[in-house]
């Protein structure tokens, strides 16, 4: 942890106190089907109040249109969502099995062409 001037454990990133929070918002984020990481932690540690959205799990192109919609939201100044409100929206999208949100749309717009033509 870079600004902790408490030395890690042994075999550890942390400290004792940060380790004991790292396990513990680990657990809670667990239950609520939330990846949680050390990098997420750590950022979490070194800026308080920053909304954190993990897109873990996403895949590629999909986890970049959802990380370039946060940006767009966050320099518009647009009211955040709750974490566990993005992750129930995350875990819809890893549900369904989109690959990206362009050519998903893309898609329905020829299927809904087709239907439109019958």
Do not use: K
């Not at 790292?22 to 050390?38: A, K, S």
């Not at 989109?98 to 439109?116: E, P, Y």
């Amino acid at each position: 942890m870079p600004s902790c001037r408490f030395p890690s454990r042994p075999q550890a990133d942390l400290c004792d106190h940060h380790h004991r929070q790292f396990r513990d918002r680990t657990t809670v984020r667990e239950r609520h089907g939330d990846v949680y990481g050390l990098e997420d932690f750590i950022v979490w540690v070194e800026h308080p109040g920053r909304p954190i959205y993990s897109v873990a799990g996403l895949p590629s192109p999909l986890a970049a249109e959802i990380q370039f919609v946060l940006q767009c939201r966050s320099e518009d100044r647009q009211a955040g969502m709750p974490r566990n409100a993005f992750a129930a929206v995350r875990q819809q999208l890893q549900r369904v099995g989109l690959d990206g949100l362009t050519a998903s749309l893309q898609a329905l717009r020829r299927h809904n062409a087709t239907l439109a033509r019958c």
